[in-house]
């Protein structure tokens, strides 16, 4: 309970005490809020794959976000496999081809947005020195 035994505070703060600093905690949020609306300030990167659940969950989140008036204006698609033509693997085929109806639908979906395409790596990318290559 926030009300103690003998009807005080915890740790004998008053109500006075603790108005100011449920009064600093609203400003903190406030100011947090106005640099998360602030697009100069803040943009929130998109990363998802070429697949439909999470081509679905990017949408959810984009249309969130726009409720909160927080920019999003890029979109990274991971993971994309970009097989030669003279490629036999079914499997890299038949993958290729499903992203690309996905990759079709972010193209058409986010027109005015920055797609960044990834291929798949065969390493796991960690660290800066990774990220340089």
């Keep these: 309970s926030v ?3 003998r009807g005080g ?10 108005m100011q600093k ?8 406030a100011e947090v809020n106005g640099q998360f609306q602030n697009p100069d300030m803040t943009t929130f990167v998109c990363v998802c794959i070429a697949e439909f659940l999470s081509l679905y969950e990017t949408e959810r989140m984009i249309q969130e976000l726009a409720g909160f008036h927080i920019d999003t204006h890029c979109i990274v698609v991971n993971q994309l496999l970009f097989p030669e033509k003279s490629n036999d693997c079914k499997q890299c085929n038949s993958r290729r081809k499903m992203q690309k109806k996905y990759l079709d639908q972010i193209e058409e979906l986010y027109d005015e947005f920055n797609v960044v395409k990834m291929p798949l790596l065969t390493d796991e990318v960690r660290g800066s020195e990774a990220l340089k290559r």
């Design 9 to 18: 505070l915890p740790g004998g703060a008053s109500f006075e005490d603790l």
């Design 22 to 29: 449920l009064q600093a905690l609203q400003e903190t949020i």
């Design 3 to 5: 009300i103690g035994a």
